[in-house]
């Protein structure tokens, strides 16, 4: 390998100093803004994928061009477990993917740090998913990328220091039979194999790379039993986006564009350029610039962040947790938002109380239009279909998810919980199998594998223990039809009776459905059978019977503060009749806005899926 | 790589059990031994391929022997049993018209133990070397990934007839159903459906495909279950208007329902179509050919006239009301005229409904699914396996195959002898595909597990086995071409 020489002007420290600020300064900052910023995030990808150590699984992965890729990358993933070691782990494979491309590029000190702009674009490139990640169809997303150019520049790298020429045109012919391991990656290598020897004049070598690279792929297509999609050979193991998210790609376009420019400058640097320190300077401004992007152009939405909070603090059952997320939550939520906190709410005790004190709008899923009207579903059918017992929609969903954007640790999980809940044990068994095989999953799987062995246990699990209540309702055929939120209200709320957590759900689904007919019978049970009524309740029965014409609200616990409160909201009422709806919904909200009243008759025409 | 990855495996194999040997201070004990699946006491064809299996008892070590007329022929490694292809055929050959006799050893707290032996009977007849199937994850409206596969039953090897997901995925997926062949595909000629993205249906006649659209303005839908004329270049469809309703607590989990069904006959070389049975009062639907080709069976459930929205509601409050019976009408190969409906069974007269019927090879027996209500008893935890014998109209279920889950689709081998079914006895949601012994009387054998070769793939696998087909020859037709007919526009076939 030719190395170039110090320059003249150079102070002899220089390049030690730059090659370690060129791999350091990355490490560091993809460290921090991984570990330290996206902690919740982290869980959730590792959540929405899933590694088994067998070899079934391997032969799975491999049934896709570049398989191996993705076997290694789903395997990395799961450190995202322990958020900080799974981030350590990447800023060490994007180092090692670094050091491979300065070896194959020859990269010299000045421009060292310059390298380091692929890896703050592969730091970025998942950071731009969003909602993405509950859907995303590219198991092992954050390391494919690293691993397929390391790879691929390792590829470069054997195929340049090859002597005779013979021996680069056979290199360069098999880099494309990499295919069915590499992927879209191998195809990369023989591009950049191809630039570099084009470069170099070397242009059989060039010739047989560039052709083998687009033959390859057809002949794996039409005489294996591969899976990729035809439209998709040249680009399995790229992530797959839908249609308008064209700019998701913008990150890994650049990292690619980076590598191409590094391969087409390999043994193509002045000796003894005439201004080196523009070089240095001009290199590491644009690996600040490039890590400077990260965190102007990552997705940045407080209802995704608050969705990631909730629903961590769901699945871990920590309700308060869920409740503090909502407390500090300030913005307008989305309609998944405010129904997962009223579950917090539920559970933490408190939403027959509190439930409309919290806001409550329909602010729309900030995610690209072909995603929009799945959002609320693919985020969050199972976790509130779950909380709410109807948990044959819940496994409907994860089944169908499931099948549609691949299996995912979160899906097996519920799904497991779900067979145990509906006594299918030899069901569970198969999922909770599956799980202990995993790396993060063993002790969870145990614990509820004493379940299915033994079912009586299931009452001494809290979580499955407060939804199997909530299961006591009639078989009936239906189905959502794609409208989530008003089917799983409305099939709540039309429950006539129950143990008391379902009489109290269903109230409360009522209560948001504003169906007070339906409810009050509800209400007059709930009151009948417990010491205290909660305030919505009140709020609600009072509402009722005075709308009626009467004053049942009186056969009730009612707090007579709660009927002053009534009593002057109505003559609030009668003052502003004149007032357009809008001014008056301002003018009431600082004094009434926690209130059923408040949500009854200012917040309307919800949109929701 | 999956290649090397079976030589990997095979390699491991073959060291695991070079230098087995029982061990001789083994005591006995009279625990019977825990396998899966359970082979123990199942009649098995002399060409199946090895019934590896997995010693699921916990144990330090465990191993298991072979033995034939007393003799020990072969010795494994446990707990995954994993056999030498070459050497269980010996054995299969050795044993025909008798049995293999395993016995098992665990080692526990350092001592081992012997296990009672388990027997496997070997059947003196050879079974179809080939089955197709579907590969697909129990869903319910969502496909993505949907192949349909053929194995070798002799060993382990699977490969695609079609996979869904080389020509399309997303809005414009496509989901693949419904293979059939003529005559166990001795005559290569075979159909298949496509659905959504690119659709049509595949048919492949001389070692020619080509994609044609069976929904004629005539008739309700294109072809749904198919059934080749054992000998005519003629297939006989259902169509159906069919639609999905999900059980808020019941473990079925969903209903398959028709609103419309009829029965069609698609003419393979004019590319035309016709009524077989079209009564706006009944559901007809699950077209059969006997094996000689001179009758069609089929299941109907005979339904109230309603409008479109009050089926709708039927349908969801009265689902239980839907009873299907067989039937079957003569055909004249030479005339292609259908006769009159002659009744086979009324299931509905016992409160049951009753699919899928299907004729032994011999013309003696037919057999069916019988369950509560409905059409799509794959996800009905009542449904079973019932044989009735043409000759005395007997009809019985078949508890030596049942289970207390669902059991379904089923399909005689050619020579008769054996039978593949469908079931969910393994965790009551995905289908395997268990294989019986079915005698001269109409008597089947303890069914088993379709072999693999890693036993714990069962398992691990979350995809359902669908339709299972015997083929007395592999589908041949290269991947390019089916490719290059299913990417063509459908030829329109005419309603005559």
């Not at chain 1, 110090?6 to 490490?27: G, I, T, Y």
């Not at chain 2, 070079?18 to 061990?23: A, D, F, I, L, R």
């Amino acid at each position: 390998m030719k190395k170039l020489k110090q320059h003249k002007d150079e102070p002899r420290w220089l390049a030690p100093a730059l090659w370690v600020a060129a791999f350091s300064l990355p490490f560091i900052f993809t460290l921090l803004i991984l570990g330290l910023g996206h902690p919740l995030f982290l869980r959730k990808v590792e959540e929405m994928q899933i590694f088994f150590p067998t070899t079934d699984y391997f032969n799975e992965c491999m049934l896709m061009p570049g398989g191996l890729l993705e076997w290694a990358s789903t395997y990395l993933t799961q450190f995202f477990y322990q958020p900080w070691l799974g981030a350590l782990i990447f800023a060490l494979v994007l180092a090692a993917m670094q050091a491979l491309i300065v070896k194959a590029c020859i990269v010299p000190a000045r421009w060292a740090t310059a390298t380091g702009i692929a890896n703050a674009m592969l730091t970025l490139a998942p950071l731009t998913l969003g909602y993405v990640v509950y859907t995303l169809k590219s198991p092992g997303l954050f390391f494919t990328a690293p691993l397929g150019i390391a790879s691929a520049a390792a590829l470069l790298w054997a195929c340049r220091c090859a002597n005779p020429a013979w021996l680069k045109i056979a290199i360069a012919a098999a880099t494309a039979l990499t295919y069915p391991l590499l992927g879209f990656y191998a195809i990369l290598a023989s591009g950049l194999i191809a630039i570099n020897t084009l470069a170099s004049r070397q242009w059989i070598t060039a010739a047989v790379a560039a052709a083998s690279g687009a033959g390859v792929p057809w002949v794996w297509l039409y005489f294996t039993d591969t899976i990729v999609m035809r439209e998709h050979i040249y680009t399995s193991m790229l992530p797959r986006f839908l249609e308008g998210e064209g700019s998701l790609m913008t990150p890994y376009i650049v990292a690619f564009a980076v590598v191409a420019v590094l391969s087409l400058m390999a043994g193509h640097y002045k000796e003894n350029p005439k201004r080196p320190l523009f070089s240095v300077v001009l290199s590491l401004a644009l690996m600040l610039a490039a890590y400077g992007t990260v965190p102007v152009c990552k997705y940045k939405d407080p209802n995704f962040e608050f969705t990631l909070r909730l629903d961590r603090a769901l699945q871990d059952q920590q309700w308060s947790d869920a409740v503090e997320a909502a407390e500090e939550f300030d913005g307008a939520p989305t309609r998944l938002n405010v129904l997962l906190t009223d579950i917090a709410l539920l559970r933490a005790g408190q939403a027959s109380d509190r439930m409309f004190a919290f806001p409550i709008s329909d602010t729309p899923y900030s995610t690209t239009s072909a995603r929009e009207a799945t959002a609320m579903r693919d985020a969050g059918a199972r976790l509130l279909y779950y909380h709410f017992g109807r948990v044959n929609d819940a496994y409907r969903w994860c089944m169908e998810s499931k099948v549609e954007f691949g299996q995912k640790v979160e899906y097996l999980k519920y799904m497991a919980k779900i067979a145990l809940l509906n006594g299918e044990s030899a069901l569970a068994k198969k999922y909770l199998k599956a799980l202990a095989q995993t790396r993060n999953y063993k002790d969870w799987a145990q614990r509820y594998m004493a379940i299915a062995d033994d079912p009586a246990l299931l009452q001494s699990d809290p979580e499955l223990a407060a939804i199997a209540p909530l299961m006591s309702f009639g078989d009936h055929l239906g189905g959502d039809g794609g409208n989530m939120e008003a089917y799983l209200l409305q099939a709540t709320n039309a429950l006539r009776g129950g143990p008391p957590q379902l009489v109290e759900l269903s109230i409360m689904s009522g209560l948001i459905q504003k169906d007070l007919d339906e409810i009050w019978p509800k209400i007059v049970l709930y009151s009948n059978t417990h010491d205290r009524l909660p305030r919505h309740m009140q709020e609600a029965a009072i509402m009722y019977s005075v709308l009626k014409g009467s004053d049942a609200f009186r056969q009730l616990k009612i707090d007579p503060q709660t009927e002053q409160e009534f009593s002057q909201f109505i003559e609030m009422v009668q003052a502003n009749q004149s007032l357009p709806d809008a001014r008056k919904a301002e003018l009431f909200r600082p004094r009434y806005g926690h209130t059923y009243w408040y949500y009854y008759f200012f917040i309307n025409n919800l949109k929701t899926t | 790589m999956r290649f090397l990855s079976y030589i990997l495996a095979a390699a491991l194999v073959v060291l695991a059990s070079c230098g087995v040997t029982p061990p001789a201070d083994a005591v006995d004990s009279a625990e019977p031994i825990e396998i899966y699946p359970d082979y123990a006491g199942v009649t098995v064809p002399r060409n199946i391929a090895p019934l590896n299996f997995e010693i699921t008892a916990e144990a330090e070590e465990s191993m298991a022997a072979f033995h034939i007329g007393g003799h020990e022929e072969y010795c494994a490694a446990g707990p995954v049993v994993q056999i030498s292809e070459k050497k269980w055929h010996k054995m299969l050959e050795q044993a025909a018209g008798g049995k293999i006799e395993v016995v098992c050893y665990t080692k526990t707290d350092g001592h081992w133990l012997r296990h009672p032996a388990f027997d496997i009977y070997v059947s003196d007849s050879e079974i179809d070397p080939y089955v197709a199937y579907r590969l697909i994850e129990p869903s319910y409206i969502s496909f993505e990934k949907v192949w349909i596969k053929q194995r070798c039953l002799e060993n382990f090897d699977e490969s695609d007839i079609y996979n869904s997901f080389n020509l399309s995925c997303e809005k414009e997926g496509q989901c693949v159903n419904c293979h059939s062949f003529q005559d166990y595909n001795r005559s290569g000629n075979m159909q298949m459906h496509l659905r959504v993205g690119k659709g049509g249906t595949l048919v492949v006649k001389d070692g020619e495909a080509r994609k044609v659209n069976l929904k004629t303005p005539s008739t309700i839908s294109a072809g749904v279950y198919p059934s080749w004329h054992p000998t005519l270049p003629l297939i006989a469809y259902s169509v159906n208007e069919t639609s999905q309703n999900f059980h808020s607590t019941h473990t079925n989990k969903v209903e398959v329902q028709d609103a419309k069904s009829d029965l069609v006959l698609y003419d393979v070389d004019a590319n035309t179509i016709s009524y077989i049975a079209a009564d706006s009062a009944e559901l007809e639907t699950f077209p059969s050919w006997s094996p000689d080709g001179k009758w069609l069976y089929y299941v109907s459930a005979t339904v109230p006239q309603l409008s479109d929205e009050e089926m709708a509601r039927y349908q969801s409050f009265n689902y239980k009301d839907f009873k299907y019976n067989i039937f079957r009408r003569s055909f004249d190969p030479a005339t292609r005229q259908f006769g009159p409906t002659d009744t086979v069974f009324m299931a509905s007269e016992i409160g049951k409904s009753a699919t899928h019927p299907r004729v032994s090879p011999d013309g003696r027996f037919l057999m069916f699914t019988l369950g509560e209500y409905g059409t799509f008893h794959i996800w009905h935890k009542d449904a079973d396996l019932y044989v009735l014998d043409l000759a005395s109209g007997d009809v019985r279920p078949m508890d030596e195959l049942n289970s207390p889950d669902v059991e379904s689709y089923h399909s005689f081998a050619s020579g008769g002898q054996w039978v593949v079914f469908s079931s969910r006895r393994d965790d009551g949601s995905y289908t395997r595909l268990y294989i019986t012994h079915f005698d001269e009387n109409g008597v089947a054998t303890k069914p088993f597990l379709l072999p693999q070769k890693d036993p714990r793939s069962n398992e691990r696998l979350f995809r359902s086995y669908n339709v299972p087909e015997f083929m007395a020859e592999p589908v041949d037709v290269s991947k390019s071409d089916i490719i290059g007919a299913i990417d063509n526009e459908p030829a329109q076939a005419t309603f005559k």
